[in-house]
């Protein structure tokens, strides 16, 4: 099976901008999550989709959104960037069950740099 | 915010040697997963252990899990050059049906030659 794919890899915006962010989960993975890595904070969980619902929500503004689509892919929104957006964001895709068992994939991650 | 820290924030050592690394948590888990990143990459999934697991292997890994302390240790036994890279713990705690992963502060691990 293929892997998680996030694209763009890497992007460049300025202050203000708005930027859209896509993954593709592994094929049957319906859950999927983001988070945002930065040196500071560390790995943050933004939120989790599943079956095109938003599911849990970390603490973050509301200049960052997602949403999921019929085929289980998935984007995120960045709003009004500002200079602390600049991070890897990652995205991660699990089968989704109410069990114990929740390895979840990342993708390789799209490095967001704000100037 | 983070669950909990992971000690230590950095760790050098020679090949073949042992390489432990400590995660501290804050509330009740589920499981929880420890997780390798290299450089400026995605996370790699290395191992879960339930909470009423006490401890794990998977090759050259070995995880225990301590829940009235609050913490796990990851061992890498007869580490290399390639298991240089960032280590970390993450708790998972179900809460109806949201999930999510908390992340330790995690490990650089340094394998010298």
């Known amino acids: 099976k293929a892997g998680v794919t996030q694209t763009p890899r890497y992007l460049i915006k300025t202050r203000g901008q708005q930027v859209t962010l896509s993954c593709s989960p592994i094929?049957?993975?319906?859950?999927v999550s983001w988070y945002q890595q930065t040196p500071g904070q560390g790995l943050q969980f933004l939120f989790e989709?599943?079956?095109?619902?938003?599911?849990n929500k970390g603490n973050f503004p509301g200049r960052f959104s997602g949403r999921q689509f019929s085929n289980s892919r998935s984007e995120m929104n960045v709003s009004t960037l500002e200079l602390g957006d600049s991070a890897l964001y990652l995205c991660a895709s699990s089968t989704y069950a109410r069990t114990q068992h929740n390895e979840q994939f990342f993708g390789p991650g799209t490095r967001l740099t704000v100037l | 915010s983070q669950q909990g820290e992971e000690d230590p924030q950095a760790l050098s050592i020679q090949e073949g040697e042992n390489a432990t690394m400590n995660c501290s948590y804050k509330t009740s888990i589920n499981n929880l997963q420890w997780y390798r990143q290299n450089s400026g990459r995605g996370l790699v999934h290395l191992i879960l252990?339930?909470?009423?697991?006490r401890e794990k292997h998977s090759g050259r890994l070995r995880v225990t899990l301590d829940t009235s302390k609050k913490s796990s240790s990851l061992l890498i036994t007869a580490s290399r050059a390639a298991d240089t890279a960032s280590y970390f713990c993450?708790?998972?705690?179900?809460?109806?049906?949201?999930?999510?992963?908390?992340f330790g502060s995690g490990t650089q691990l340094t394998v010298l030659p």
């Open positions: 993450a708790t998972v705690r179900h809460s109806g049906s949201a999930r999510q992963l908390t």
């Open positions: 252990i339930r909470s009423n697991e």
């Open positions: 094929s049957g993975h319906r859950s």
């Open positions: 989709y599943f079956s095109e619902t938003q599911r």
